[in-house]
């Protein structure tokens, strides 16, 4: 087979359905008169329509076709530049490429270790296994180079995953383990969900996921008269077809007052389990004083709340009212901690939950984040999956993944992170694969900058993202539809065949290939490889999942027969609870991790950190970001439908979803009318942080005050060589703040932020965020200087 010059191929396509997965849906492709259809699995009885993103996608414009070096880092070698980004890239052949790369990384290991090299390189990447690109770039910096400095936790859950191991015990476990979705259709009375339930988030699960049932699980609460109460800003945080629901609208950032005042009103009434507290948690006392005013004078009533958070007290005292004697379920979406101070409203459901004696029970409790992602409130398999092993990391230094910036602009600088007091390591070169912080990262102008600062940028990556036009050295890799890999994650029974649907694009090369030819220039080819091809590789981990199954007693097929049916299901655990209901059951002998072993209301150990932007218990903080003449709305940068983050962001579904191409943003009429905008008009958000056009619908959807604009656009600046650009595509990420969520957990404050709005009455300005670079011609060597 061959591939043009233009990146259409010139193979025949493969006849026949191919099994395919991604963390959106398992699903089949075929082609059919020269065109890819994307079928969903049919076991899926709400399938998500981002899978259609494919087919476009596979040969558009913006894909990567060869392998790129910016101009100036080739004329000036590496170092500082503020070039990355304004640049022009020169075409180049993958031995030199890998060559010239495989000596920049001898030369940063050589002269400052590995701890030189940043490889966090966060990012989703594709739902495979085996090129899982974490998984590929970890292992070839550890075994090629001795290891790199790491990222910790996610831009997702970058609060709770700190917090949660404090009062409740193994964030795994919490989530994945303690309230499935099958009690709470058949127990749960009421569904208390702070920051909303929006399938648009549970239609995605990392590894994949075979049905999306989550949808249907809320309504048939629902029908048997369960109820829900969507607190949240947003209406569409709920599927309207939910019967029994109420939305509650407080002023974003306040839902912790809102809580505290829910607590208040469980004690003064004297209604809260206190034979649940005195048994299961500790510390309730001292949460006790400051709830009732005791140390600081202020009760957190329901006039206080109503006075920060604009909801009646009346409502809020109603509230409070229906929940005792029921089974109550209180979530909290991700949302909530991806803001300033968001390690307190994951402790303070489950406070919440405590003192209703919730915690532990089928149906009840404290559900964190369920109903933001598909992993969540699910069995899990009774069998291994294997992933590619990673090695051993010899680098010990790791930064919190939202503080990247911070770390490229202050080496050496000193930061507190979970009652440790830490220093930025000093990077000479990053190296990314399968992500886009330009997606994920705050404050992207200020994200520019901490570019700026290192010798030498690595990216690989299949569309020229942002980040891939602020490299040194862009790597054209393969999308999944391109190769082979298993499809498989821990809650989802089916494991799928990755058929290759398609030859590579242009000379995209799969980032084992890559990470191959680079260890084999270093000298640990073998070593990388282990002698085995990627079909063999993929024999490799599904051995481990056959021999799992016979060990148990399950019938299982050999990898053949696995790969020609192009699945399997695997047996399922029952739903236990984890180890808050073993706890419920025998608080003694199964005692929580944590330092009590106990759920804990106020945590001598937070406390004993000395943070004021988390002290011992859950309080209420004033945000940092509030409406101001200069930027009088909230915006809420949430995630986005038609997409994954910003994976395929060209694709078609995701294209369909644009007004005027640019992402479409949501806000009141009030607001609207106010500002002489009207429905589809073209807008302008700004903030002194940057500015971005958008598209936008009125609708009373959401709530005076706010202006919702989902994130995951391709940044897309108007004039580059500015310092703050106008970003004409509709990235929110121009706008939010880039600070941590506290001392303690250092998490993304992504979510929120204050805006002004106008009606952009200019010259539309071209989308050219999907336009690849042209190339631009060799600089000559540069002349060396003779020596004195």
């Known amino acids: 087979m061959t591939q043009a010059k233009d990146g259409k191929p010139n193979e025949l396509r493969p006849s026949g359905k191919m099994s395919h997965s991604s963390h959106w849906g398992a699903f089949s492709g075929e082609w059919v008169d020269d065109k890819l259809v994307i079928s969903p699995h049919p076991i899926d009885p709400d399938p998500n329509p981002i899978i259609q993103n494919f087919p476009e996608a596979l040969r558009h414009k913006a894909r990567i076709a060869k392998p790129m070096v910016r101009r100036g880092w080739l004329e000036h070698g590496p170092g500082p530049s503020d070039r990355r980004g304004r640049d022009g890239f020169v075409e180049m052949e993958w031995d030199e490429v890998l060559d010239l790369l495989a000596g920049e990384l001898k030369r940063v290991k050589d002269k400052h270790g590995a701890r030189g090299i940043y490889g966090g390189s966060y990012g989703w990447s594709s739902a495979g296994r085996f090129h899982h690109a974490q998984s590929q770039i970890h292992r070839f910096l550890n075994v090629a180079l001795g290891g790199y400095v790491r990222s910790v936790n996610s831009y997702s859950a970058g609060a709770s995953t700190v917090i949660i191991p404090h009062i409740l015990g193994n964030y795994e476990d919490v989530t994945r383990r303690n309230v499935g979705w099958d009690e709470i259709v058949e127990h749960t009375d009421l569904v208390v969900a702070f920051g909303g339930m929006n399938t648009k988030n549970s239609r995605v699960a990392g590894g994949g996921i075979s049905k999306h049932t989550e949808h249907g699980d809320m309504v048939a609460v629902g029908k048997r008269g369960g109820a829900f109460v969507l607190i949240s800003p947003l209406k569409t945080d709920l599927p309207e077809e939910v019967e029994n629901q109420e939305w509650l609208k407080p002023i974003p950032g306040t839902d912790v007052a809102l809580m505290l005042a829910l607590a208040h009103t469980l004690v003064i009434d004297d209604s809260h389990d206190t034979a649940f507290l005195d048994t299961y948690a500790t510390g309730f006392a001292e949460f006790e004083a400051y709830l009732l005013g005791k140390t600081d004078g202020q009760p957190k009533d329901a006039a206080w709340a109503a006075d920060i958070t604009k909801l009646p007290a009346d409502t809020i005292l109603k509230l409070a009212r229906r929940m005792p004697g029921k089974r109550v379920l209180f979530t909290v979406a991700h949302s909530l901690q991806r803001a300033r101070h968001g390690e307190q409203p994951v402790w303070m459901a489950a406070v919440l939950s405590a003192m209703l004696g919730q915690i532990g029970l089928p149906g009840g409790g404290f559900g964190y984040a369920l109903g933001a992602i598909a992993n969540y409130g699910r069995r899990y398999n009774d069998a291994p999956i294997a992933g590619l092993p990673q090695g051993k990391n010899g680098v010990s230094e790791f930064i919190p993944v939202a503080r990247v910036a911070d770390m490229l602009l202050n080496p050496n600088g000193p930061f507190d992170y979970n009652?440790?007091?830490?220093?930025?390591?000093?990077?000479?070169?990053?190296?990314?694969?399968?992500?886009?912080?330009?997606?994920?990262?705050?404050?992207?102008?200020?994200?520019?900058?901490?570019?700026?600062?290192?010798?030498?940028?690595?990216?690989?990556?299949?569309?020229?993202?942002?980040?891939?036009?602020?490299?040194?050295?862009?790597?054209?890799?393969?999308?999944?539809?391109?190769?082979?890999?298993?499809?498989?994650?821990?809650?989802?029974?089916?494991?799928?065949?990755?058929?290759?649907?398609?030859?590579?694009?242009?000379?995209?090369?799969?980032?084992?290939?890559?990470?191959?030819?680079?260890?084999?220039?270093?000298?640990?080819?073998?070593?990388?490889?282990?002698?085995?091809?990627?079909?063999?590789?993929?024999?490799?981990?599904?051995?481990?999942?056959?021999?799992?199954?016979?060990?148990?007693?399950?019938?299982?097929?050999?990898?053949?027969?696995?790969?020609?049916?192009?699945?399997?299901?695997?047996?399922?655990?029952?739903?236990?609870?984890?180890?808050?209901?073993?706890?419920?059951?025998?608080?003694?002998?199964?005692?929580?991790?944590?330092?009590?072993?106990?759920?804990?209301?106020?945590?001598?150990?937070?406390?004993?950190?000395?943070?004021?932007?988390?002290?011992?218990?859950?309080?209420?903080?004033?945000?940092?970001?509030?409406?101001?003449?200069?930027?009088?709305?909230?915006?809420?940068?949430?995630?986005?439908?038609?997409?994954?983050?910003?994976?395929?962001?060209?694709?078609?579904?995701?294209?369909?979803?644009?007004?005027?191409?640019?992402?479409?943003?949501?806000?009141?009429?009030?607001?609207?009318?106010?500002?002489?905008?009207?429905?589809?008009?073209?807008?302008?958000?700004?903030?002194?942080?940057?500015?971005?056009?958008?598209?936008?619908?009125?609708?009373?959807?959401?709530?005076?005050?706010?202006?919702?604009?989902?994130?995951?656009?391709?940044?897309?600046?108007?004039?580059?060589?500015?310092?703050?650009?106008?970003?004409?595509?509709?990235?929110?990420?121009?706008?939010?703040?880039?600070?941590?969520?506290?001392?303690?957990?250092?998490?993304?404050?992504?979510?929120?932020?204050?805006?002004?709005?106008?009606?952009?009455?200019?010259?539309?300005?071209?989308?050219?965020?999907?336009?690849?670079?042209?190339?631009?011609?060799?600089?000559?060597?540069?002349?060396?200087?003779?020596?004195?």
Not at 443 to 466: K, M, P, S
Not at 567 to 577: N, Y
């Open 419 to 788: 009652g440790s007091k830490m220093t930025y390591p000093d990077i000479k070169l990053v190296y990314w694969a399968g992500g886009n912080p330009f997606h994920h990262h705050q404050d992207i102008n200020r994200l520019r900058q901490a570019f700026g600062q290192i010798d030498t940028l690595v990216v690989h990556d299949l569309a020229w993202t942002a980040t891939a036009r602020h490299a040194d050295i862009v790597l054209p890799v393969t999308m999944s539809l391109e190769r082979e890999d298993i499809g498989s994650s821990q809650t989802d029974p089916l494991v799928t065949a990755m058929h290759q649907m398609a030859e590579p694009f242009g000379e995209a090369r799969n980032d084992f290939d890559i990470f191959s030819g680079l260890a084999e220039r270093l000298g640990r080819g073998a070593e990388f490889t282990e002698g085995r091809s990627i079909r063999e590789w993929l024999q490799h981990l599904y051995k481990t999942t056959e021999d799992g199954l016979k060990a148990k007693g399950y019938d299982a097929v050999d990898f053949d027969t696995f790969w020609q049916n192009g699945e399997i299901t695997l047996p399922q655990q029952p739903l236990d609870g984890g180890t808050l209901r073993a706890f419920l059951q025998d608080p003694v002998g199964k005692a929580l991790p944590t330092p009590s072993g106990k759920i804990e209301i106020y945590s001598k150990t937070i406390a004993g950190f000395g943070y004021d932007d988390c002290p011992g218990h859950p309080a209420w903080l004033p945000p940092v970001d509030v409406p101001s003449a200069e930027a009088p709305l909230h915006l809420v940068a949430n995630q986005p439908a038609s997409r994954l983050h910003s994976q395929l962001d060209f694709g078609g579904h995701s294209s369909a979803e644009k007004r005027r191409g640019r992402e479409v943003a949501r806000m009141n009429p009030v607001d609207a009318d106010a500002r002489g905008i009207e429905d589809g008009d073209i807008i302008k958000l700004f903030n002194e942080r940057g500015a971005c056009l958008a598209s936008v619908v009125v609708t009373e959807d959401v709530m005076a005050g706010v202006i919702q604009l989902p994130t995951g656009a391709y940044y897309d600046p108007e004039d580059i060589n500015e310092d703050k650009p106008l970003c004409v595509h509709g990235n929110p990420n121009v706008l939010t703040r880039d600070v941590g969520t506290s001392r303690l957990a250092q998490g993304c404050t992504g979510q929120l932020t204050v805006v002004q709005v106008e009606k952009f009455t200019g010259n539309l300005p071209p989308i050219q965020a999907f336009d690849p670079p042209v190339p631009v011609e060799r600089p000559q060597p540069p002349r060396m200087e003779a020596a004195e």
